[in-house]
């Protein structure tokens, strides 16, 4: 498996507390269905002309986002994917921009069709670091809950328009 280029920034005071010695290590994690999940898509987006970048699978703690840092290319079409826990009950993904300005935003529940994964196409305004911040939460299990994120960008003719088809993509002006 590809290593996720991760580095994770501690949000805040809070967040502190809630790890026993301080410092968010980060975990890899293992889940037959999840893989599965991941597997699958890796394929739907290889034919869409996606290339995977980055991915990791990574333990998460129910309510505490995991931020992501990944660079991002001015003008690419990029495809970000978040697959939490399926036992949990709300899944969401926020994305920010270097000047922590948020750029996107999705939430899933559990009952939805696709509850447990988060998708969504991005065309960054410029080229720098963004964060994208999965979160889940889970009423009975507290700790080890499975995360796993890739990111995939567009790789082949520009003018290929079936990987946006019935997908709406964000793209971010030059002031965001």
């Keep these: 498996m590809k290593k996720l280029f991760l580095i994770i920034f501690l949000a805040s005071l809070s967040h502190l507390a809630a790890y026993s010695q301080g410092v968010i290590k980060l975990q890899s994690c293992k889940d037959d269905l999840i ?11 290889s034919k869409d002309g996606f290339s995977l970048l980055k991915e990791a699978s990574i333990t998460m703690e129910s309510q505490y986002e995991m ?5 991002l290319n001015k003008g690419s079409l990029y495809q970000f994917v978040f697959i939490g826990d399926y036992t949990s009950r709300l899944y969401e993904v926020r994305m920010y921009d270097w000047e922590e300005n948020q750029v996107a935003f999705q939430q899933k529940r559990w009952g939805d069709v696709d509850g447990n994964i988060i998708s969504f196409y991005y065309v960054p ?10 979160v889940q939460v889970n009423k009975t299990k507290k700790k080890g ?7 995939f960008k567009k790789t082949d003719t520009p003018g290929n328009a ?15």
Excluded: W
């Design 67 to 71: 931020p992501v840092i990944v660079p």
């Design 125 to 134: 305004g410029r080229t720098e670091f963004h964060m994208m911040k999965p």
């Design 145 to 151: 809950l499975c995360g796993y994120v890739m990111l």
């Design 162 to 176: 079936n990987a946006s088809a019935g997908t709406n993509v964000i793209t971010a002006t030059d002031g965001t």
């Design 35 to 45: 893989s599965k999940q991941a597997d699958s898509l890796k394929t739907l987006y």
